[in-house]
């Protein structure tokens, strides 16, 4: 998890009296940005993020760009668009991938509108284990002389 630097030694100023106004951070003030960091550092924390435009093919199983995948609870999101409808019809299915003891997989119900307005979402929690990959596939079908070109955002972020 991602941690914010040590909170620096601050001058601490008794409340504010006479409309006088130094500057100094007061002790209340100083309580409410300490816990506002407690509460940052227990958020979700964004590890990867891809985002692909003009896809018009299948995009094979590919590893999240995540250095290091430690053990722990994860939440992946995506989400897909179609840009350019293909002339007859498309689908297209986008497939999360990791180990939490044996290998699991999700997929995305199939996106099938053939629009410009078609989009489809899918977002899972997930708890993986040590020197696990966290991966995205989608598998893409279209038909006729236009081919479906498609946008793709994926993102992962440890929970826990």
């Not at 995305?108 to 708890?127: F, H, Q, V």
Request: glycine share 4%; net charge neutral; proline share 4%.
């Amino acid at each position: 998890m991602l941690a914010l630097a040590p909170v620096p030694p601050v001058i601490v100023e008794t409340p504010v009296l006479n409309n006088s106004i130094t500057g100094r951070v007061t002790q209340a003030m100083r309580y409410w940005l300490l816990s506002l960091i407690d509460r940052i550092n227990a958020g979700p924390q964004t590890v990867s993020s891809v985002s692909l435009t003009t896809q018009a093919a299948s995009i094979t199983t590919t590893a999240m760009p995540i250095l290091v995948v430690l053990p722990g609870v994860y939440r992946l999101s995506m989400t897909a668009q179609v840009t350019r409808a293909a002339t007859t019809s498309s689908s297209l299915i986008v497939t999360f991938g990791w180990t939490s003891g044996v290998a699991c997989t999700l997929s995305s119900t199939a996106m099938t509108g053939n629009t410009l307005a078609t989009t489809t979402s899918l977002s899972a929690i997930i708890s993986v284990d040590d020197a696990t990959t966290i991966t995205y596939s989608t598998t893409y079908a279209s038909v006729g002389a236009t081919t479906m070109q498609y946008r793709l955002d994926v993102v992962c972020e440890q929970v826990i």
